[in-house]
């Protein structure tokens, strides 16, 4: 799959840079106001997908390109498609947004009606995923050992580690480990699988440092 590698708002403003088109005119051709084009190039927020596809069509540039992902700037670049996932609430289990997803489709073997996503509460997992970056997920209920997932314990709250199953039973393992030590011996019937984490989305890679 294609990493994301630049912002949304500078692959806008350098693709209006180059392209040599006024921004009033990219606001006539697409509908979208002024004051919505000026706030996505300064990233104060993103074009949800019929936006990106908009501007993409009036820059004739790769919407996947214009996402920030790792992909050819061309257009008739095709092996690369986007998809609405359903972001899910983890305490109340409904879907309180929807994100683009890029996948391949020269790959295959994909369940992409099995993928949603969840934003992290906490940073148990940083720096590969802090509290509020998104965790792209596919639906499972099983494991593999060295795999990533998002489980729940017993009566407890759905979490994200690392499983490792060893001599002595199971470790759910996170990557901050300093605050938040190793759960050692558990057993298979003490975890419930819930999905397995399959790409994350770590904004808090681009956020400025204090």
Not at 22 to 50: F, H
Not at 71 to 82: F, G, S, T
Not at 174 to 180: G, H, L, V
Not at 203 to 210: G, I, T, V, Y
Request: glycine residues 4%.
């Amino acid at each position: 799959m294609s990493n994301l590698i630049d912002t949304f708002s500078h692959r806008l403003s350098y693709a209006i840079k180059i392209k040599d088109i006024r921004p009033v005119d990219i606001s006539k051709t697409t509908g979208i106001s002024k004051t919505n084009l000026s706030c996505y190039m300064s990233g104060k927020y993103e074009a949800k997908q019929d936006g990106v596809e908009l501007l993409a069509e009036a820059l004739n540039v790769n919407p996947v390109w214009l996402m920030g992902y790792d992909v050819p700037m061309d257009r008739n670049y095709e092996k690369d498609k986007i998809i609405e996932i359903n972001v899910i609430n983890l305490t109340t289990n409904e879907i309180i947004n929807k994100i683009p997803f890029v996948y391949r489709t020269d790959v295959e073997n994909q369940s992409i009606d099995n993928l949603f996503a969840i934003y992290a509460t906490d940073n148990s997992m940083a720096p590969l995923l802090d509290e509020n970056d998104i965790a792209i997920l596919e639906k499972a209920t099983t494991f593999s050992s060295g795999g990533t997932y998002l489980l729940k314990l017993k009566n407890g709250f759905p979490i994200i580690r690392k499983i490792i199953k060893t001599t002595h039973g199971i470790e759910l393992q996170a990557m901050n480990m300093w605050n938040f030590p190793v759960q050692e011996n558990l057993k298979e019937e003490d975890i419930e699988i819930l999905g397995e984490v399959i790409r994350v989305e770590n904004s808090s890679a681009f956020r400025k440092k204090h």
